[in-house]
Nanobody
Framework: QVQLVESGGGLVQAGGSLRLSCSAS????????MAWYRQAPGKLRELVAR???????SVANDLRGRFTIARDNAENTVHLQINSLKPEDTTVYYC?????????WGQGTQVTVSS
């Protein structure tokens, strides 16, 4: 079972930036499409961005221009760069495969944006 550990969240002011990281265990990472998701309290988890095994990326329409996903297969990591943060970006961010593996959800990393 793949274990995923997210990090890099924190408290930032609106307009600031954060770089989230996700470290994955196992030898199958480079053969797995990955994604970042987020879930606000009381809301469904939503797809933020995804990246294929060849590095092709896709970002949710309403987040394009501020969110960038990248992967480092040598380090078994996937990153999410978030620029021009807005208060509505406040929530917990998770990484997982795409489509997600139900048994691999980690603890996530909290992003809080102050206005």
């Amino acid at each position: 079972q793949v274990q995923l550990v997210e990090s890099g969240g924190g408290l930032v002011q609106a307009g600031g930036s954060l770089r989230l990281s996700c470290s994955a265990s196992g030898s199958m990472f480079s053969f797995t499409a990955m994604a970042w998701y987020r879930q606000a309290p009381g809301k469904l988890r939503e797809l933020v961005a995804r990246i294929s095994i060849t590095g092709v990326t896709s970002v949710a329409n309403d987040l394009r221009g501020r969110f960038t996903i990248a992967r480092d297969n040598a380090e078994n990591t996937v990153h999410l760069q978030i620029n021009s943060l807005k208060p509505e970006d406040t929530t917990v961010y998770y990484c997982n495969a795409y489509p997600p593996n139900t048994n691999s959800w980690g603890q996530g990393t909290q992003v809080t944006v102050s206005s």
